[in-house]
């Protein structure tokens, strides 16, 4: 696609149920990221991958959470047994390289409310 | 974690004023870049400084950065209401290969 595409747009759970939120980057992007964002808030750094190299896991808050990026394309973040405070806005962004040019990409985000 | 923290947290002007935000951040980086969010969703990339540039224009858009004092501003001049938005700075930290996000700017442009 053109841009980068997050579903769903919205998702409502119950407390204690498993998510799981997909992001289809940019084709040929090489990095990704997922933050998170609270009503009103910045946005909170989750994870990030890039390339083939061992993904950067140091935001994500608890052992619930975590992400995969199956042949360095799709991403999906997976956040077990679900709180009320994981209730943010995702967003995941890719980019074309880093370094010299980062210029992020973002997605529009999940909306997930855990009831 | 956050690596920028903006100034101020909220802006009110009038449109055709100027509007200045002001972003700080901790470590050293390869670039920083400012983004805007309209609505609490995605965000949109405005411009990027690299670490060795002073300044630099887009359109209404003057983005100035003085390494020394790890500090950022956004001038966006001639406001109009269109660009009622949250404003973020974002960095991409020397060695880390990452995008840290400050804490942004809410801008309301009253007509």
């Known amino acids: 696609g053109a841009g980068v595409s997050q579903s769903p747009s919205n998702k409502v759970t119950e407390k204690g149920k498993d998510v799981e939120l997909r992001c289809d980057p940019i084709s040929g992007h090489t990095a990704l990221y997922w933050y998170r964002q609270s009503l009103g808030q910045g946005l909170e750094f989750l994870i990030y991958f890039q390339g083939n190299s061992a993904p950067d896991k140091s935001g994500l808050p608890s052992d619930r959470f975590s992400a995969e990026r199956t042949g360095g394309s799709v991403s999906t973040l997976t956040i077990q047994r679900t709180q009320q405070e994981d209730s943010a806005v995702y967003l995941c962004?890719?980019?074309?390289?880093?370094?010299?040019?980062?210029?992020?990409?973002f997605g529009q985000g999940t909306r997930l409310t855990v009831v | 974690s956050q690596q920028g923290e903006e100034d101020p947290q909220a802006l009110s002007i009038q449109e055709g004023e100027n509007a200045t935000m002001n972003c700080s951040y901790k470590t050293s980086i390869n670039n920083l870049q400012w983004y805007r969010q309209n609505s609490g969703r995605g965000l949109v990339h405005l411009i990027l400084i690299r670490s060795n540039e002073r300044e630099k224009h887009s359109g209404r858009l003057r983005v100035t950065l003085d390494t020394s004092k790890k500090s950022s501003s956004l001038l966006i001049t001639a406001s109009r209401a269109a660009d009622t938005a949250s404003y973020f700075c974002?960095?991409?930290?020397?060695?880390?290969?990452?995008?840290?996000f400050g804490t942004g700017t809410r801008l309301t442009v009253i007509p």
């Open positions: 962004a890719s980019s074309l390289a880093t370094g010299l040019n980062t210029e992020a990409f």
């Open positions: 974002a960095t991409d930290e020397t060695g880390a290969n990452n995008l840290f």
